[in-house]
């Protein structure tokens, strides 16, 4: 499903992403762990098409296409969706009508017919049961004035009216307690089927104990310094990071992610 | 220059002889509209050296000889397209300065008088409170737009809502510019006078029926007494070629209240002056807006709240959006008077800029004479924000739709206030009106 190979990036002229390869599946879980300024919102960002990075080298082939051609709103048409590490507030525009324009914009490419507001009142209904959304948050502005948790939880819930084939879900746990982090992460596994793929950013172990993992990633510097299965992530947990980005100096605290 | 704006004003000179000789009015309007030429004959149209007018220059309205509108003799307009469905029984409509009784409705004001304002003054039922009010607050002594206003005073509207008096229905008053001739100029006038403890709404509509040049030059006085309270709606949609300059004034008795908001969409050229004064306590108003201007126009709002005694409240919001080549002004000014203690201002104007090629001046002002005062006042302008665009893409929807989107959503700030859904309807549909879908 995506194939990412020898990816550069940079922002304002600094390199940040130093060759980046990983294949996903169909089905697959990966996890991206990292230090914190290793680049993993970075690639997030990249794969979402975000205008401020400037791909250098590589490729990205998500579905047989060239996904670096598309614009962002064509790449999420077309089935990706990047849940935000920060979500952005849109005053004045409630969560409804947001919603309902990127539903109808999805359903206008793949030839269907676009939901009128009281037809899509009754999916959104249906589709906020899977993350336990109040019907208050729906009239809402997006995101104004949402705690940190709410917005983590309305990511998911567009996530769920958008059914992506591919999700990139940047630290959705951060900002969650531990009730929320449990129906969010239901919710996710709701989700998955055997024909899309996520890929989830963490720095917490626990989320994967929810969300299980196939392979766990560990960027660092702008590169994948090391790759395993589930079991690498409880190796993280109780090692930290230095291991892998520094493996000579034991117990050194002299990393330096983005140099 | 100097030459063809003294040639304008011989032009309306010459309506003015015109019309004392044909249709004079009754003798104490005649008074004070002889008295109101007079002035403007002195003060002519304001010009770009007085500091109040610094950017938005009369001088194409000035030049071009427009002629005042006389009364329309049984002309046949549809003006019901005009009506907001709340007021279907509740309209009065304004034909080019003049009221017309064949197309206004009334059923739903049996309360309260609502009449041409000539028949106000000359009538001995009405022509107390008529005469105390006319041309007080929106005094034309210093005034050359105020004057030219009211020595063209022969009809508009009169509406008195007596004591205790709780007007359910909206009211509205639709000023009609109508295609009787090119370059026409009208004059409407409103006065309006709410006794203690009433409650009304007003919604002043002014549309055109052609897109013509003309000038509109309006005034409009409202007096709120103890405990009235006066929910008031403009809407400025004149035709795209239109020269509209128009006045506000209002006065606020104890503990009453005045929530208004002025929607200006329309005229090549706009400019509303609209003052409040606050000169009893417990007085509590609202003065919002929103102007939206497109390639070659340029609208401007200058604004006066004047906080003349202690406790009273004053909220301002103003939101522009300006795209293409277009010039917006706000200037509001805010005084607290020596005494008006435990005053509560609060003013905002925000910008969004759609094209590199718009501009906007904006300046609001605080003069402070009060210690005991809570006052907070900010202007931004700013363009749309490239986060916000590309969360929006990040979720499928094309950057087009996504900047209408967000444009929508500077714009609802203001439009959700509106209380008249019909009007919340037809602002959506011109803030979304390239937006191909209907979003409720
Ligand atoms: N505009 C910018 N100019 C320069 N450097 C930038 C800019 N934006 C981001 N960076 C840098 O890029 C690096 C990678 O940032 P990124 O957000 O991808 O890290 P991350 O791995 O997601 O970290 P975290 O775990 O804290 O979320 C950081 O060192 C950051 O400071
Ligand atoms: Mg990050």
């Given at each position: 499903m995506l194939e990412i190979r020898n990816l550069h990036a940079a922002i304002n002229g600094n390199e940040i992403l130093k060759g980046i390869n990983l294949t996903v599946k169909k089905g697959e879980i990966h996890a991206i762990m990292g230090p914190n300024g290793s680049g993993k919102s970075t690639l997030a960002k990249v794969l979402a098409g975000h205008?401020?990075?400037?791909?250098t080298a590589g490729e990205v082939i998500y579905e047989g296409k060239n996904l670096l051609e598309l614009a962002p709103d064509e790449r999420a048409r077309e089935g990706v969706f990047m849940a935000f590490q920060y979500p952005i507030e849109i005053p004045g525009v409630s969560n409804a009508q947001f919603l309902r324009l990127a539903y109808n914009e999805k359903r206008k490419h793949l030839g269907e017919e676009e939901l009128d507001p009281l037809e899509f009142k009754d999916l959104l209904k249906e589709r906020a049961k899977v993350v336990?959304?109040?019907?208050?948050?729906?009239?809402?502005?997006?995101?104004?004035?949402?705690s940190g948790g709410e917005k983590k939880r309305n990511e998911i819930l567009q996530m769920a009216v958008l059914e992506p084939k591919l999700a990139v879900l940047d630290e959705t746990d951060s900002g969650l307690d531990i009730d929320a982090l449990r129906v969010v992460a239901g919710g996710v596994n709701q989700l998955l089927t055997p024909d899309n793929a996520i890929i989830v950013v963490t720095h917490y172990q626990r989320l994967l104990n929810y969300i299980v993992p196939d392979y766990v990633h560990v960027l660092a510097g702008g590169r994948i310094a090391r790759e395993g299965g589930k079991e690498l992530a409880l190796e993280l947990e109780s090692k930290g990071y230095d291991w892998i980005t520094n493996p000579n100096v034991a117990g050194s605290a002299n990393l330096n992610a983005a140099s | 220059m100097v030459t063809e704006i003294a040639k304008t004003e011989n032009n309306y000179q010459a309506a003015f002889r015109a019309v004392r000789a044909s249709s004079p009015t009754v003798p104490w309007l005649e008074l004070v509209r002889g008295s109101a030429m007079e002035r403007f004959e002195q003060l002519g149209f304001p010009a770009v050296h007085n500091e109040e007018w610094k950017y938005t220059n009369l001088a194409p309205l000035a030049k071009q000889e427009f002629v005042p509108a006389t009364r329309p003799a049984g002309v046949v307009i549809?003006?019901?397209?005009?009506?907001?469905p709340e007021t279907a029984t509740a309209h009065l409509v304004v034909v080019n300065g003049f009221f017309s009784e064949e197309l206004s409705v009334k059923t739903g004001l049996e309360n309260v008088i609502a009449i041409d304002l000539l028949s106000a003054v000359a009538d001995a039922r009405y022509n107390k409170v008529a005469r105390s009010y006319l041309a007080r607050n929106a005094g034309y002594h210093n005034n050359g737009l105020s004057a030219l206003n009211t020595a063209f005073l022969q009809s508009g509207v009169f509406l008195w809502i007596p004591r205790n008096v709780k007007v359910e229905t909206p009211i509205q008053v639709t000023f009609l510019a109508d295609a009787g001739r090119a370059d026409s100029a009208a004059f409407p006038r409103l006065l309006v006078v709410a006794e203690e403890n009433s409650s009304a709404t007003l919604i002043e509509n002014f549309v055109s029926t052609h897109d013509q040049q003309y000038f509109t030059n309006a005034v409009a006085e409202i007096v709120i007494k103890d405990g009235a309270r006066l929910e008031h709606y403009r809407m400025q949609r004149e035709s795209s070629k239109a020269f509209h300059t128009s006045i506000t004034s209002a006065e606020l008795g104890r503990n009453s209240s005045y929530d208004t908001t002025s929607i200006n969409l329309g005229g090549r050229l706009s400019r509303h002056d609209i003052s409040v004064v606050?000169?009893?306590?417990?007085a509590e108003c609202w003065v919002d807006g929103l102007y939206l201007a497109g390639s070659d126009q340029h609208t401007d709002t200058h604004s006066v709240i004047d906080h003349q005694q202690p406790h009273c409240n004053s909220h301002q919001l103003y939101k522009g959006i300006l795209d293409g080549n277009a010039r917006a002004v706000f200037n509001g000014k805010i005084f607290v008077r020596?005494?008006?203690?435990?005053t509560d201002a609060m003013q905002t104007n925000k910008n969004l800029l759609l094209s590199p090629q718009a501009r906007v001046d904006t300046k609001p002002q605080l003069e402070i004479y009060a210690d005991d005062v809570k006052c907070a006042h900010g202007a931004a302008v700013g363009q749309l924000d490239q986060e916000e665009l590309f969360y929006l893409q990040a979720r499928g929807i094309n950057p087009e739709l996504g900047r209408s989107l967000l444009t929508y959503g500077f714009a609802e700030e203001v439009i959700e206030?509106?209380?008249?859904d019909s009007i919340r309807a037809q602002l959506d549909e011109v803030v979304l009106r390239q937006l191909n879908t209907q979003l409720e």
């Amino acid at each position: 499903m995506l194939e990412i190979r020898n990816l550069h990036a940079a922002i304002n002229g600094n390199e940040i992403l130093k060759g980046i390869n990983l294949t996903v599946k169909k089905g697959e879980i990966h996890a991206i762990m990292g230090p914190n300024g290793s680049g993993k919102s970075t690639l997030a960002k990249v794969l979402a098409g975000h205008p401020q990075y400037e791909v250098t080298a590589g490729e990205v082939i998500y579905e047989g296409k060239n996904l670096l051609e598309l614009a962002p709103d064509e790449r999420a048409r077309e089935g990706v969706f990047m849940a935000f590490q920060y979500p952005i507030e849109i005053p004045g525009v409630s969560n409804a009508q947001f919603l309902r324009l990127a539903y109808n914009e999805k359903r206008k490419h793949l030839g269907e017919e676009e939901l009128d507001p009281l037809e899509f009142k009754d999916l959104l209904k249906e589709r906020a049961k899977v993350v336990e959304m109040d019907a208050s948050f729906m009239t809402r502005s997006v995101n104004e004035g949402f705690s940190g948790g709410e917005k983590k939880r309305n990511e998911i819930l567009q996530m769920a009216v958008l059914e992506p084939k591919l999700a990139v879900l940047d630290e959705t746990d951060s900002g969650l307690d531990i009730d929320a982090l449990r129906v969010v992460a239901g919710g996710v596994n709701q989700l998955l089927t055997p024909d899309n793929a996520i890929i989830v950013v963490t720095h917490y172990q626990r989320l994967l104990n929810y969300i299980v993992p196939d392979y766990v990633h560990v960027l660092a510097g702008g590169r994948i310094a090391r790759e395993g299965g589930k079991e690498l992530a409880l190796e993280l947990e109780s090692k930290g990071y230095d291991w892998i980005t520094n493996p000579n100096v034991a117990g050194s605290a002299n990393l330096n992610a983005a140099s | 220059m100097v030459t063809e704006i003294a040639k304008t004003e011989n032009n309306y000179q010459a309506a003015f002889r015109a019309v004392r000789a044909s249709s004079p009015t009754v003798p104490w309007l005649e008074l004070v509209r002889g008295s109101a030429m007079e002035r403007f004959e002195q003060l002519g149209f304001p010009a770009v050296h007085n500091e109040e007018w610094k950017y938005t220059n009369l001088a194409p309205l000035a030049k071009q000889e427009f002629v005042p509108a006389t009364r329309p003799a049984g002309v046949v307009i549809d003006a019901e397209r005009f009506v907001f469905p709340e007021t279907a029984t509740a309209h009065l409509v304004v034909v080019n300065g003049f009221f017309s009784e064949e197309l206004s409705v009334k059923t739903g004001l049996e309360n309260v008088i609502a009449i041409d304002l000539l028949s106000a003054v000359a009538d001995a039922r009405y022509n107390k409170v008529a005469r105390s009010y006319l041309a007080r607050n929106a005094g034309y002594h210093n005034n050359g737009l105020s004057a030219l206003n009211t020595a063209f005073l022969q009809s508009g509207v009169f509406l008195w809502i007596p004591r205790n008096v709780k007007v359910e229905t909206p009211i509205q008053v639709t000023f009609l510019a109508d295609a009787g001739r090119a370059d026409s100029a009208a004059f409407p006038r409103l006065l309006v006078v709410a006794e203690e403890n009433s409650s009304a709404t007003l919604i002043e509509n002014f549309v055109s029926t052609h897109d013509q040049q003309y000038f509109t030059n309006a005034v409009a006085e409202i007096v709120i007494k103890d405990g009235a309270r006066l929910e008031h709606y403009r809407m400025q949609r004149e035709s795209s070629k239109a020269f509209h300059t128009s006045i506000t004034s209002a006065e606020l008795g104890r503990n009453s209240s005045y929530d208004t908001t002025s929607i200006n969409l329309g005229g090549r050229l706009s400019r509303h002056d609209i003052s409040v004064v606050l000169d009893h306590e417990g007085a509590e108003c609202w003065v919002d807006g929103l102007y939206l201007a497109g390639s070659d126009q340029h609208t401007d709002t200058h604004s006066v709240i004047d906080h003349q005694q202690p406790h009273c409240n004053s909220h301002q919001l103003y939101k522009g959006i300006l795209d293409g080549n277009a010039r917006a002004v706000f200037n509001g000014k805010i005084f607290v008077r020596e005494g008006a203690q435990k005053t509560d201002a609060m003013q905002t104007n925000k910008n969004l800029l759609l094209s590199p090629q718009a501009r906007v001046d904006t300046k609001p002002q605080l003069e402070i004479y009060a210690d005991d005062v809570k006052c907070a006042h900010g202007a931004a302008v700013g363009q749309l924000d490239q986060e916000e665009l590309f969360y929006l893409q990040a979720r499928g929807i094309n950057p087009e739709l996504g900047r209408s989107l967000l444009t929508y959503g500077f714009a609802e700030e203001v439009i959700e206030k509106i209380k008249i859904d019909s009007i919340r309807a037809q602002l959506d549909e011109v803030v979304l009106r390239q937006l191909n879908t209907q979003l409720e």
